[in-house]
């Protein structure tokens, strides 16, 4: 499944979400006096998960601090947003309502308000929190409004509220696409249309459910023909299994029912959803996350939440709720694939390594005429080193490649790979040869065989080329001038050298061997001390064991020496 986050955040002006999107009122550093001298354990050790994302141990602390000092606003403000970070918003309305006893509110609690009013479907009641100055943050607060307005039926406010965020600069997508939307769930098909197909159209419907949305509402219109033609137009070589689906009942003349939104409360979720999706890039995720839960609470079937609460957890580095989000999408989603690909990474960033490799394969039992599937798979066991099992992955997966075309080209590359690593290299070379033809000048397999080339000092005129194409190609890409500089010096053209070395050093300040390279090519160049300086400091970066012993090697007896016992095979 093809998803939309980066879309939406690309809609909102960086000045427009600074003054917008953040939450106000997060608990404060300073600890509360009678916590402090009642319970002071249990809030140290709150604030502590707090601040390393851990949301459930957080809200445990922070419930057991709050025994000492029930009415502590710092505290319930810290036992509600980790509750709504976990999604747990029945706590979470409590928690509010506590803190609003207190006489004080800000944008959580006011999001935790209006959340378990929609839920209800107590749309007055949502309108009257807003009216009374409750605020969830920015454009969201029109959002809901014109949603709960639509939801009382009450059109005309509803579609002012709409036209507001539309004149929020950074915003209009935004607006337009609620605005359809609240027109389509109406019964309004035309106006839909008339939006989705207008001079907005631009800014909605080059994204995957701005596009759904309006190969709906024409199919309703009995226009399946324009449908089809703004299928193929934006979805050219797509493999998804459900659009491919879509495409199919659209060719067959199949009416397509409009399920986008339904009513007022499916209509706040998404207003949610895309808003926490656009401001993404700008606001921090633990802010994102909430209005992301929040949509999902309202709707917990919709994949793209799912998927968007899972990559935020994963982007905050909460591993395990990452992997547990993205098991909420049932296998016979058609998203369910992409959300066992993200889960195998949040195993695999969360040290499980093999809990990792075990989600795909058994996938690739499942889905095993997917691409992505054998690609993931393959990418997976290629970073664990086990190259043979990898090769056979990648080697399934370009069994149903029918058209090979430019997407392609990282299956041909890691295969390459895994062959050059099996010391199988001119068994790799015709699948590097094909990368580049599916990818010409690309620069990771340019750098990659030219390197390679280089290292084992065959075929270097043109390794030297590939190299300086790589370099050209991704000039700020500091491993890949490492190369160039290495070839260099492969060549004996020892000062060409140097100049490349150091600008690949500034870019990978800390890198073992980027850092060991530089120490030899000073040491070729007659800066014999400023080597042995580079090669310090390149012990210090955690080298490989080989790599360390030949560097302690070279302090020991310089590189001339261990460069003649290497030649004699010592």
């Known amino acids: 499944m093809t998803l939309d986050f980066r879309f939406w955040r690309q809609l909102c002006l960086t000045a427009a979400l600074l003054g917008s999107c953040a939450l106000p009122g997060a608990a404060q550093e300073a600890a509360p006096p009678q916590a402090q001298i009642d319970n002071a354990g249990s809030y140290l050790a709150a604030r502590l998960a707090e601040k390393?994302?851990?949301?459930?141990?957080?809200?445990?602390w922070f419930a057991q601090a709050l025994a000492s000092a029930p009415k502590d606003p710092n505290l319930l403000q810290g036992l509600l947003l980790a509750q709504m970070s976990l999604g747990d918003f029945d706590a979470a309305a409590t928690t509010a309502g506590r803190y609003l006893e207190n006489g004080l509110t800000n944008n959580s609690v006011a999001l935790a308000q209006i959340t378990a009013r929609v839920l209800a479907e107590d749309f007055a009641g949502v309108l009257d929190l807003l009216a009374q100055g409750q605020s969830a943050g920015g454009a969201a607060d029109d959002l809901i409004a014109g949603w709960a307005e639509?939801?009382?039926?009450?059109?005309?406010?509803?579609?002012?509220?709409?036209?507001?965020?539309?004149?929020?600069?950074?915003?209009?997508?935004?607006?337009?696409?609620?605005?359809?939307?609240?027109?389509?769930?109406?019964?309004?098909?035309?106006?839909?249309?008339?939006?989705?197909?207008?001079?907005?159209?631009?800014?909605?419907?080059?994204?995957?459910?701005?596009?759904?949305?309006?190969?709906?509402?024409?199919?309703?219109?009995?226009?399946?023909?324009?449908?089809?033609?703004?299928?193929?137009?934006?979805?050219?070589?797509?493999?998804?299994?459900?659009?491919?689906?879509?495409?199919?009942?659209l060719a067959a003349g199949e009416p397509i029912d409009f399920d986008q939104v339904s009513g007022a409360k499916q209509g706040i979720a998404e207003a949610l959803f895309t808003y926490a999706a656009a401001i993404g890039e700008q606001a921090e995720p633990g802010v994102t996350l909430l209005y992301a839960r929040a949509a999902l609470y309202l709707r917990p079937e919709q994949t793209e939440t799912k998927l968007l609460v899972a990559e935020l957890l994963n982007d905050m580095g909460q591993y395990v709720l990452a992997a547990q989000a993205y098991a909420l999408i049932a296998p016979q989603d058609p998203a369910f694939y992409s959300a066992e690909i993200g889960r195998a990474n949040a195993l695999n960033a969360g040290g499980d390594k093999e809990g990792a490799i075990a989600v795909l394969q058994s996938l690739s039992?499942?889905?095993?005429?997917?691409?992505?599937?054998?690609?993931?798979?393959?990418?997976?066991?290629?970073?664990?080193?086990?190259?043979?099992?990898?090769?056979?992955?990648?080697?399934?997966?370009?069994?149903?490649?029918?058209e090979p075309a430019s997407w392609a080209w990282p299956l041909y590359f890691n295969r390459g790979v895994c062959l050059e690593r099996l010391n199988r290299f001119d068994e790799a070379i015709p699948s590097f040869r094909k990368a580049l033809e599916l990818q010409p000048n690309q620069p990771q397999v340019l750098n990659y065989l030219g390197y390679t080339w280089i290292d084992r000092g065959e075929n270097l005129d043109e390794a030297v080329r590939m190299i300086e194409a790589a370099v050209a190609a991704a000039p700020d890409q500091g491993y890949i001038i490492d190369s160039l500089a290495w070839a260099y010096y492969r060549l004996g053209r020892d000062t060409d050298a140097l100049a490349p070395?150091?600008?690949?050093?500034?870019?990978?300040?800390?890198?073992?061997?980027?850092?060991?390279?530089?120490?030899?090519?000073?040491?070729?160049?007659?800066?014999?001390?400023?080597?042995?300086?580079?090669?310090?400091?390149?012990?210090?970066?955690?080298?490989?064991?080989?790599?360390?012993?030949?560097?302690?090697?070279?302090?020991?007896?310089?590189?001339?020496?261990?460069?003649?016992?290497e030649k004699a095979g010592e």
Request: proline share 3%; charged share 25%.
């Open 501 to 565: 070395m150091e600008r690949a050093s500034l870019l990978e300040p800390v890198d073992p061997v980027v850092t060991d390279h530089l120490g030899d090519i000073y040491w070729v160049n007659g800066r014999q001390l400023e080597a042995q300086f580079q090669w310090r400091r390149a012990l210090s970066f955690e080298p490989t064991e080989k790599d360390a012993a030949r560097i302690r090697a070279k302090l020991e007896k310089g590189l001339d020496a261990v460069l003649e016992q």
């Open 52 to 60: 390393k994302g851990d949301f459930s141990a957080a809200a445990e």
């Open 150 to 249: 639509q939801g009382q039926g009450k059109m005309s406010q509803a579609l002012a509220h709409f036209d507001k965020v539309i004149a929020a600069p950074g915003f209009e997508g935004l607006g337009y696409y609620q605005k359809a939307l609240a027109l389509a769930s109406a019964g309004d098909l035309e106006g839909a249309d008339a939006i989705l197909s207008g001079p907005a159209a631009a800014s909605i419907t080059n994204f995957r459910r701005g596009l759904v949305a309006h190969m709906q509402i024409l199919s309703q219109l009995e226009r399946n023909a324009d449908a089809l033609a703004l299928f193929d137009k934006s979805f050219r070589g797509e493999q998804d299994p459900d659009l491919m689906n879509l495409r199919r009942r």
């Open 365 to 402: 039992q499942s889905h095993g005429q997917v691409i992505q599937v054998r690609q993931a798979l393959g990418d997976m066991l290629r970073r664990s080193e086990r190259y043979d099992e990898a090769l056979a992955a990648y080697d399934a997966g370009i069994a149903l490649v029918q």
